[in-house]
């Protein structure tokens, strides 16, 4: 592929970018690339505006992500990322962009991006590029970052994109890597702060017919000593409710302004709900923002949801 030729034989600084609060799949898939590369080139590192989620610090070079600190390279690598404004970074004036994703996005940087709309994980197009090359450069470490990213972004393989999911677990299985202990570390790693976050936003648990929502305060994370990765994955309680069809998480990000997470069930495409309110993401899991009080969001959110899901 000549996505993974350009940059193996790329002369210069390489820098490899997440996007800003970087999940699993993100976090997993820099990592993957970051091992494979160095096998070849030293000056190659990784940065993410955000503190990455503490609860996956056993990876294989977790410690080596620089957080906050721009670094100056010949080249930027957007991993998991649809453009230069989701890195939170703004240096890129005049810079060599590639970027390696799989959302939805009209920004193209280079000939040589790396782009699948319809993969699980960006971390599947790692194992797509590794495995071009050589898959005998295909180790524990990169497996097992691989196999987070493909967890993380299918909700534990729950999610839409199954077959391809499945199909690149089953090729890390039958290449003697151990999934199982791989899950066990994953799912096992919280701290005592996330279980806090999690309890307050159930205490805002609500049920409106096939939606069901709860809200993140600012306040939570200062009362629970908890980070903001650590709200990772709460959207995915009220979606386990029986009848709840679609599921949102408001995040008060600042005052008046608020992140908002939607997943959804089978069958219900909330990707184009969130790109109708300016955001993006995938069938089954997007995210947008939108400006106002708590209760003015709300209200106007779940009344447009409950619009647009007549259409289903």
């Known amino acids: 592929m000549k996505t993974i030729d350009y940059l ?60 906050n600190n721009f670094q100056d390279a010949d080249l930027y690598v957007l991993i998991d990322t649809p453009n230069v404004e989701r890195t939170g970074f703004d240096n890129f004036n005049n810079k060599n962009i590639l970027k390696i994703d799989h959302h939805i996005s009209d920004d193209r940087y280079s000939e040589f991006d790396y782009v699948k709309i319809d993969a699980p994980s960006t971390t599947y197009l790692i194992l797509e590029l590794i495995r071009s090359y050589n898959e005998n450069y295909l180790d524990e470490d990169i497996a097992e970052c691989i196999f987070i990213g493909l967890v993380g972004d299918t909700g534990s393989f729950s999610y839409s994109n199954l077959k391809l999911a499945f ?105 184009k709900f969130a790109l109708h309110h300016g955001g993006g993401g995938h069938e089954n899991a997007s995210a947008f923002e939108k400006f106002g009080t708590e209760k003015q969001v709300i209200e106007e959110v779940i009344s447009d949801l409950k619009e647009y899901l007549k259409n289903f």
Do not use: M
Request: glycine share 6%.
């Open 167 to 271: 199909e690149a677990a089953l090729y890390l299985a039958n290449k003697g890597y151990d999934l199982s202990k791989f899950s066990e570390k994953y799912s096992r790693n919280n701290s005592i702060s996330r279980f806090c976050l999690i309890k307050k936003a159930l205490e805002t648990l609500k049920q409106e017919g096939e939606i069901a929502y709860v809200v993140i305060r600012k306040h939570f994370y200062d009362e629970c000593g908890a980070k903001k990765y650590e709200n990772f994955g709460i959207v995915d309680y009220p979606l386990s409710i029986k009848g709840v069809k679609v599921a949102l998480k408001f995040e008060e990000v600042e005052n008046n302004k608020w992140k908002i997470n939607i997943r959804s069930k089978k069958g219900i495409n909330v990707q």
């Open 8 to 67: 193996l034989t790329f002369d210069g600084k390489i820098v490899l970018i997440v996007h800003k609060n970087p999940d699993p799949d993100c976090i997993g898939s820099a990592l993957a690339l970051y091992k494979f590369l160095k096998n070849f080139k030293n000056d190659i590192k990784i940065i993410s505006k955000d503190e990455p989620p503490q609860n996956l610090d056993y990876l294989n070079g977790f410690n080596e992500i620089i957080v």
